[in-house]
């Protein structure tokens, strides 16, 4: 949510009377630290992405898709995006650094936090391509607005820092590739009911 400390969070959900009412309402109490990840956690398990365009045409609906949606995937594949994005999650569920924020004075260590190891510093979890057309902004930091930057920044090579991941080497994408890429990260979404954003409740 953009904040270094949780109870900052916790904080900023219990000035809005919206939330904390409905805190209240849930759980009980107002928003803590151990009652907001248990919210979110219960949220993030109602958005559920598995009748894509791009599901529907690998069940053989030959005309779910588009040419240039089918161009995109092989873009996909000739840039080595599925190195990360891989099987029907579009994420190998692991951590890797392409330098989001690592040049900033205090930047975010990411996996380092858990593990120690200092091969995961500045690592982040790969996230699922599934909606990512809808799911702007990007990174762990919400660091770069749209897509089509989000997908230069990766397809340069990352951010240059010395724990880079192996996996991130510049592609050379012409303006058509792109085009397609991004097709086809389109056809990842579904129609949902969480299209619009509420407002913040008052």
């Known amino acids: 949510m953009g904040a270094n400390q949780a109870d900052s969070v916790v904080a900023l959900i219990n000035s809005l009377a919206g939330y904390r009412s409905q805190f209240q309402a849930v759980f009980g109490e107002p928003a803590t630290q151990d009652n907001v990840p248990k919210a979110l956690a219960t949220f993030m398990r109602t958005i ?93 930091d919400g660091s770069v607005p749209t897509l089509i930057e989000a997908v230069k920044l990766v397809a340069g090579g990352g951010l240059p820092n010395p724990d880079l991941d192996g996996l991130m080497e510049p592609q050379t994408l012409t303006d058509q590739e792109l085009a397609d890429l991004l097709e086809f990260f389109g056809s990842l979404s579904q129609p949902s009911t969480y299209d619009q954003i509420p407002e913040l409740p008052k």
């Open 48 to 140: 559920i992405s598995d009748d894509t365009p791009w599901d529907r045409w690998q069940k053989g609906d030959s005309g779910a898709v588009s040419e240039g949606v089918k161009r995109g995937f092989e873009v996909f594949k000739k840039a080595n995006c599925d190195g990360c994005h891989s099987g029907v999650l579009f994420t190998d569920q692991q951590f890797h650094n392409i330098g989001i924020g690592m040049d900033q004075e205090n930047y975010d260590v990411g996996r380092y936090k858990v593990s120690g190891d200092e091969q995961n510093k500045g690592a982040f979890k790969t996230p699922t391509l599934r909606d990512i057309a809808r799911s702007a902004p990007y990174f762990h």
